[in-house]
């Protein structure tokens, strides 16, 4: 019986999985909790390593265009890293201690960063593993792909108002230095970076630029609105007829008794009988006799007798004298004859449309056109502003219709279609009427009023740095932007897309870098008016009342007000053409709100930007250079 209990008993294996379980306990525990803790330890990584990330990306941000001198990183830098690092890097997130980082410099532009962290466990710590040390490096660097920027200029009369104890205009430059600073001091070596600028007011300077490329881009000839001297011919005499007096003169003279001796020169033919009253009467009463005298006519008049002229020491009989006024005449011979001659004497002025030869003018050599004071001539030369080609404008509200040749951005001129072309301006010879008639013959005017930016718009190209200096090229022409004229944004817009279009005018040069690496467009538009196209004033379109090749006539004179809204809706056209080629445009005003137009031309709202005062104006410069710039991690 006991022998059989035994048996059972050392037969029965079901209290086995009980021992087996037991056993089992602690290495389950210690998978378990050490896929606790390698969580919280992934976590706790991540999270530093996108610490790490953010202090480095927020210190390279914060020095800019700036370089690091020795390694010596300044403290403001620093406390920007620490601050973002604590920000994202909460001390004792996940049970950790100890949190640290340390920035250093990687090179002169490079921001670099190691942080580090103790991780208590839980579980893991019965097998040893107390404590994990994780630590992470990262570096930022601000870099630049290739870059064609241009820089879209209002240089307004407005500009020369005053903000911030400075000008508008100077606000401007120092802007503009800010951002080229900003973009230079972040170019790498091998990156392209170029720089085109197009200064607009009422009209834009770009005949320099199209010439160089191509003179055929301007047309030989235009219609001015201008003047015609008209002249009349006024005699200067009436000519020389045979037998004609073509000279003469008139003297006192003694006359011989016999009209045959005139001319004698013997003494004794000049004594008259002082008592034969023949003698007399013939002297006294004989008036307006003439006598041909050799080759001449002797005109005799006012005879007077002189009883006693010669004397009581002649006798009676040879003692009076006949004195007389003598007009000696020299009369035309065969050879004198001759027909008669005029003069042309200024008269009045026409005033009217006129065609000029421009294929001179245009090169930028001095012109003489007989159109000033009393039909002188006047010699002018090319100021470089332009004439915008045909337009075509739809009803306002509506996107443009496609072949409004002024709005085509990318489209060659045809010299064989002077629609295609441009025209130079010419304000030397451009006046105004009182209307679009034929012709006015009204008083004398004064040339139209006009402005053209006194420096012409430049083409992209490569400004590079001077050692750590500015570019002296891109430092003078930023310099010598003056303010003057009135406000057509369009115009500025749309020529500095046509300077920066990779498929128009400058293709070969603006399609690709030498490099082959793509290239980054940008367009900053800047400007501290509304739009005011002035009606009185030469500009890009003409005379808005004289040539009507913009809107037609208007009887009463278009207005500003009038005219602003057809211009605004240029400018959204050409900024939703520019946009739809990839180039991104930023707007910045100057002194006043953006407008749904400024805005609305930008490549979203976040590329709009306000600048109260001068001081705001350069910081949105930076910005707007520092968001171009392409701050990266450093793998």
Not at 41 to 56: G, P
Not at 215 to 218: A, E
Not at 382 to 390: K, Q, V
Not at 534 to 537: C, S
């Given at each position: 019986?006991?022998?059989?209990?035994?048996?059972?008993?050392?037969?029965?294996?079901r209290?086995?999985t009980?021992a087996?379980?037991?056993?089992?306990i602690?290495?389950?525990?210690g998978?378990?909790?050490?896929?606790v803790d390698a969580?919280r330890?992934?976590?706790?990584?991540?999270?530093?390593?996108?610490?790490?990330?953010?202090?480095?990306l927020?210190a390279r941000?914060t020095?800019?265009?700036?370089?690091?001198?020795?390694?010596?990183?300044?403290d403001?830098?620093?406390?920007?890293?620490?601050?973002?690092?604590e920000?994202?890097?909460?001390d004792?997130?996940y049970?950790?201690?100890n949190?640290?980082f340390?920035l250093t410099?990687?090179?002169?532009t490079r921001?670099?960063?190691?942080?580090?962290v103790?991780?208590?466990?839980t579980m893991?710590?019965i097998?040893g593993?107390?404590?994990?040390?994780?630590?992470?490096?990262?570096?930022?660097?601000?870099?630049?792909?290739?870059?064609?920027i241009?820089?879209v200029?209002?240089?307004?009369?407005s500009?020369a108002n005053?903000?911030?104890?400075?000008?508008?205009?100077?606000g401007?430059?120092?802007?503009?230095?800010?951002f080229?600073?900003?973009?230079?001091?972040?170019?790498?070596?091998?990156?392209q970076v170029?720089?085109?600028?197009?200064?607009?007011?009422?009209?834009?300077?770009?005949?320099?630029?199209?010439?160089?490329a191509n003179?055929?881009?301007?047309a030989d000839?235009?219609t001015?609105?201008?003047?015609?001297?008209?002249?009349?011919?006024?005699s200067?005499?009436?000519?020389?007829?045979l037998?004609?007096?073509?000279?003469?003169?008139?003297a006192t003279?003694?006359?011989?008794?016999d009209p045959a001796?005139?001319?004698?020169?013997?003494?004794?033919?000049?004594?008259?009988?002082?008592?034969d009253?023949?003698q007399?009467?013939?002297?006294?009463?004989?008036y307006?006799?003439?006598f041909?005298?050799?080759?001449?006519?002797?005109?005799i008049?006012?005879?007077?007798w002189?009883?006693?002229?010669?004397g009581?020491?002649?006798?009676?009989?040879?003692?009076?004298?006949c004195?007389?006024?003598?007009?000696?005449?020299v009369l035309a011979?065969p050879?004198d004859v001759?027909?008669?001659?005029?003069r042309?004497v200024?008269d009045?002025?026409?005033y009217r449309?006129?065609?000029f030869?421009?294929?001179?003018?245009?090169?930028?050599n001095t012109?003489?056109?007989?159109?000033?004071?009393a039909g002188?001539?006047?010699?002018?030369?090319?100021?470089?502003?332009?004439?915008?080609?045909?337009?075509?404008i739809?009803?306002l509200?509506?996107?443009?219709?496609d072949?409004?040749l002024?709005?085509?951005?990318?489209?060659?001129?045809?010299?064989a279609?002077?629609?295609?072309?441009?025209?130079a301006?010419?304000?030397?010879i451009?006046?105004?009427?009182?209307?679009?008639?034929?012709?006015?013959?009204?008083?004398?005017r004064g040339i139209?009023d006009?402005n053209?930016?006194?420096?012409?718009?430049?083409?992209?190209?490569?400004?590079?740095l001077s050692?750590s200096d500015?570019n002296?090229?891109?430092?003078a022409?930023?310099?010598?932007?003056?303010?003057?004229?009135?406000t057509?944004?369009?115009?500025?817009?749309?020529?500095?897309?046509?300077?920066?279009s990779?498929?128009?005018l400058?293709?070969?040069d603006?399609?690709?870098a030498p490099?082959?690496?793509?290239?980054?467009?940008?367009?900053?538009?800047?400007?501290?008016g509304?739009?005011e196209p002035?009606?009185?004033?030469y500009?890009?379109?003409?005379?808005y009342?004289?040539?009507?090749?913009?809107?037609?006539?208007?009887?009463?004179?278009?207005?500003t007000?009038e005219?602003?809204p057809y211009h605004?809706?240029?400018?959204?056209a050409?900024?939703?053409?520019?946009?739809?080629?990839n180039i991104?445009v930023?707007t910045?005003?100057f002194?006043?709100?953006?407008n749904?137009?400024t805005?609305?031309?930008?490549?979203?709202?976040n590329?709009?930007?306000?600048?109260?005062?001068?001081?705001a104006?350069v910081?949105?410069?930076?910005l707007?250079?520092?968001?171009?710039?392409?701050?990266?991690?450093?793998q």
């Open positions: 019986m006991a022998g059989t209990i035994l048996t059972r008993l050392l037969t029965d294996t209290a086995n009980l087996v379980g037991a056993a089992a602690l290495p389950l525990i998978v378990i909790g050490g896929g969580s330890l992934y976590l706790t990584k991540a999270r530093l390593q996108q610490a790490c990330d953010s202090a480095t927020a941000k020095l800019g265009g700036n370089t690091i001198a020795e390694g010596e990183i300044p403001n830098i620093r406390d920007v890293a620490d601050d973002f690092f920000n994202n890097f909460v004792g997130m049970g950790s201690e949190a640290e340390e410099a990687g090179n002169a921001m670099d960063g190691v942080a580090t103790a991780v208590p466990t893991m710590g097998f593993f107390e404590e994990v040390d994780l630590n992470v490096e990262c570096s930022a660097e601000l870099n630049l792909p290739n870059l064609d241009m820089l200029l209002d240089v307004s009369g500009m005053w903000s911030g104890g400075m000008t508008r205009m100077q401007l430059q120092n802007a503009v230095f800010a080229y600073d900003e973009i230079m001091g972040a170019a790498p070596e091998d990156a170029r720089i085109g600028m197009v200064p607009y007011n009422s009209a834009v300077n770009v005949g320099g630029v199209l010439t160089a003179p055929d881009w301007i000839s235009h001015y609105q201008s003047r015609e001297p008209i002249f009349r011919l006024d200067n005499d009436d000519g020389v007829e037998g004609d007096v073509i000279s003469s003169t008139t003279e003694l006359l011989p008794r001796w005139l001319g004698s020169t013997n003494q004794a033919d000049y004594r008259w009988s002082r008592y009253t023949d007399r009467d013939f002297c006294r009463y004989d307006g006799s003439s041909m005298v050799g080759g001449e006519r002797w005109v008049w006012n005879r007077t002189r009883a006693t002229h010669w009581s020491s002649f006798p009676n009989s040879q003692r009076a004298a004195r007389a006024q003598v007009r000696r005449e011979g050879d001759r027909p008669p001659t005029y042309q200024f009045y002025y026409r449309p006129m065609v030869d421009t294929s001179e003018f245009k090169l930028g012109v003489s056109t007989p159109t000033g004071e002188a001539g006047v010699n002018s030369t090319w100021n470089g502003c332009i004439e915008e080609r045909a337009p075509t739809p009803t509200g509506t996107t443009p219709v072949g409004a002024d709005l085509d951005i990318d489209l060659i001129p045809d010299p279609d002077p629609d295609t072309q441009w025209k301006q010419w304000p030397q451009t006046y105004p009427r009182s209307g679009p008639a034929t012709e006015d013959t009204t008083s004398n139209e006009w053209c930016p006194a420096f012409p718009a430049r083409r992209l190209q490569e400004y590079p050692g500015r002296a090229e891109f430092e022409f930023v310099n010598s932007l003056a303010p003057g004229g009135g057509i944004h369009d115009s500025g817009m749309l020529w500095g897309a046509r300077l920066l990779p498929t128009g400058f293709e070969a603006n399609n690709d490099n082959g690496a793509p290239i980054s467009r940008h367009i900053i538009f800047m400007t501290d509304r739009m002035p009606p009185w004033t500009n890009t379109f003409g005379n009342n004289m040539d009507g090749r913009f809107f037609g006539y208007d009887g009463g004179g278009w207005t007000l005219l602003e605004n809706a240029r400018l959204a050409i900024c939703d053409d520019v946009k739809n080629k991104t930023w910045i005003t002194g006043l709100a953006q749904n137009f805005r609305g031309c930008a490549s979203g709202e590329r709009a930007f306000e600048a109260a005062n001068s001081a104006l910081n949105a410069f930076r707007i250079a520092v968001s171009i710039a392409e701050l990266r991690l450093v």
